[in-house]
C-alpha cells in the first residue's frame, strides 16, 4: 500500500499514537493497545505494513535493551538468593502445566501429538510483556518480580531445550539429540565463561574510559546489550538471554544506574515496535472453528498456571502475597508459544488449524493478564482470604520463633532492601534494640550469620501487628516505599491498637500528604534528605568550612 519501509514505519507510528491516546483516556493498558495496532496494520487488518522486516529489527534491538536494562538491576547477589525458588517453580510449573494441559486437550479431543504441542505451548510465559508491565509498576526489584524474572529465564532455557529436541527429530532422528544437548551444554559454559572473564578484567577499566564521554558510554552499552544478545541466538539460546546477561555483567559497576536511566526512553521507543510486530504476526485464519477449545484452554492458563506456582511457592514458605503476585505472571503464553507452533507446522506434526488456536490462546491470555498484572493489588485484597490454603500454617510461628533469644525490641523495621538494611545496621551500632521484617526469605537468609533479630513478615497482611512484640516498641519504620503496603501498615497497626510512632519511606512527593492523612507520623524521604545534607555540607565547603561529611542521619537519631 505504501511504497517504501520509512512510509510504513512512518503511518504505523501515526496511528499508534492516536490509538495509544485513545486508550490511555480510555483508562487501558498501553501494551493491549499496541497489539491492537499491529493486527490493524497487519495482514489481518488494513494491510498497511506488508513487509515487516524493519520493524521486526528495531522490535528485536527493543527486546535486547529491555532485558539489559532488567540485567542491570540484578547484582550477583540477588541472583544467587534467588535462584533456588525460581529453579523450583518454573521447572515445576512446566511439568505441572505440561501434564494437566496435555489431559486437557486429549479431553477436548485432539490427536495426542497435537495435544502435546498444545499442552507445551502452554507453559511458557511472555518474558517480553511481563517485564515490561513490572517495570512500569516499579516492581521488577520487589521478590516476586525478582522470582518471575528467574522463571522466565528458566523457561527461555527449557524452550530452547525443547525446541532442539524436535529439530533433531525433524531431521537426523533420535541419535542426534544427546549430541545436540551436550552442544549446548557446552556452548552455554563458554558463553558463561567468556562473560565471566570480561567481567574480571576487561569491562570495569573499559567502562571507566567511556565514561569520560557519556555519549560514548550509552552507545558502548547498546553495542554491548545487542552484540551479546545476537551471540546469545547464534548458540541457539535466545536473544534475550543473551542480553539479560549483557546487563548483568556491567550491574557491579559504578555506571550501572547512568546506563539505566539515559537507555529507558530509547527503550520505550524501540519496545513499542515488539508488540506492534507481535499483532501484525498474529494468524486468524484457522481460528474460528476452535473457539470452544480455545477459551477452555485460556481459562487454565489465566487460572491454573497462578495456582501451581502459588501452590510451589506456598510448600516453600513463601506467603501467599508473594506468591500470588509471582503467580499472575505466568498467566499467559508467550512469542515463543507461536514459534514453537511454527515449528511444529513446518515440520508436519501439527495443523494449520492448532497453530490458529495457539494463537488465539495466546492473544486472549496476554490481553486478560495484562489487566491482572496492572490490578494485582485490588484483586489479592478480594481473594486474600481465599488464598490462605497456599499458605503454610506453620510459616508464621516459625519465623517469629527466633526472636526470643533477643531482648524485646524497641524498633521494628519492616523492609529489609538496601535502605531497610542501613537503618537496621545503624540502630545496632547505636545499641538500639531491633527486629527487621521482610517478606521474601531470601532477604532474611543474607542475615542468617549476624545477630540480627529477624522475622517473616508481609507488610500488606492485616494480621502481621498480632504477630508482632509491639509492647516495648516505639517505633515501626516501613522502608519499602510502596504506598499500597504502607498504607496497608498504618491501618493495619492503628487497628490493632498500637499507640506508637510510625515512620514510613516515600520516594514521590505526592504520596507525603496520603501517607500523613493514612496517620504516619514521620514520612521518611532519603532521597530528599541525603540532597539536603549534601547542599548543606557544600555551602559549609564553599564559605570556608569543614569538608563534606560522609554521615548522614536516619531513624536511628531520632528513636
Known sequence: ?????????????????????????????????????????????????????????????????????????????????????????????????????????????????????????????????????????????????????????????????????????????????????GLVVVKGVAFLGGIVVLMRWVLTPLLHRLARTPELLVLFAIAWAVGLAATGEAL??????????????????????????????????????????????????????????????????????????????????????????????????????????????????????????ITT????????????????????????PALRIFERNDAREASFGAASDHPPPRVIVVGLGRYGTMVMEQLHEAGVPALGIDNDPDALGRWADDLANTAYGDAEDQDLPEMLPLDDVVWVVSTSGHLPADRALISALRDHGYRGSIAVTSRHPADVDLLEKAGADRVLRPYALAASHLISDLREALAGGSEPSDEAEGPASEV
Open 361 to 384: 490462546v495466546g492473544l486472549i491470555t496476554i490481553s486478560m493478564s495484562t489487566y491482572l498484572i496492572l490490578n494485582s493489588e485490588a484483586i489479592f485484597e478480594r481473594l486474600s
Open 1 to 181: 500500500m505504501l511504497d517504501s519501509p520509512f512510509q510504513q514505519i512512518a503511518a504505523v507510528l501515526a496511528v499508534t499514537a492516536a490509538v495509544g491516546f485513545v486508550a490511555r483516556r480510555l483508562s487501558q493498558p498501553l501494551i493491549v493497545a499496541y497489539i491492537a495496532v499491529g493486527i490493524l496494520v497487519g495482514p489481518v487488518g488494513i494491510g498497511v505494513v506488508e513487509g515487516q522486516e524493519e520493524i521486526a529489527v528495531l522490535a528485536e534491538i527493543g527486546i535486547a535493551l529491555l532485558l539489559f536494562v532488567v540485567g542491570l538491576k540484578l547484582d550477583l547477589h540477588l541472583i544467587r538468593t534467588v535462584g533456588p525458588v525460581a529453579l523450583a517453580s518454573g521447572l515445576g510449573q512446566v511439568a505441572f502445566t505440561s501434564a494437566i494441559g496435555f489431559v486437557l486437550a486429549l479431553l477436548l479431543g485432539f490427536a495426542p501429538v497435537t495435544a502435546l504441542y498444545i499442552a507445551v505451548a502452554l507453559t511458557f510465559s511472555s518474558t517480553i510483556i511481563i517485564v515490561k508491565l513490572l517495570s512500569d509498576k516499579g516492581e521488577m526489584e520487589r521478590p516476586h518480580g525478582r522470582i518471575a524474572m528467574g522463571i522466565l529465564i528458566v523457561q527461555d532455557l527449557v524452550v530452547v531445550i525443547v525446541m532442539i529436541v524436535l529439530s533433531a527429530f525433524g531431521t537426523d532422528g533420535d541419535a542426534s539429540i544427546p549430541i545436540q544437548l
Open 236 to 357: 541457539d539460546f535466545s536473544e534475550e538471554v543473551g542480553a539479560f546477561l549483557a546487563g548483568v555483567s556491567l550491574a557491579s559497576t559504578p555506571y550501572r544506574e547512568a546506563i539505566g536511566s539515559r537507555l529507558a526512553t530509547v527503550r520505550d521507543f524501540l519496545l513499542l515496535f515488539f508488540f506492534i510486530d507481535l499483532g501484525a504476526g498474529l494468524d486468524f485464519g484457522d481460528a474460528g472453528a476452535n473457539v470452544a477449545a480455545a477459551l477452555v484452554l485460556s481459562l487454565f492458563v489465566l487460572i491454573g498456571n497462578p495456582i501451581i506456582v502459588m501452590t510451589i511457592m506456598g510448600v516453600m514458605r513463601y506467603r501467599r502475597r508473594v506468591s500470588f503476585s509471582t503467580g499472575l505472571t505466568v498467566a499467559q503464553i508467550s512469542e515463543f508459544s507461536l514459534i514453537f507452533a511454527a515449528l511444529g507446522l513446518s515440520l508436519g506434526h501439527i495443523t494449520e488449524a492448532a497453530v490458529g488456536l
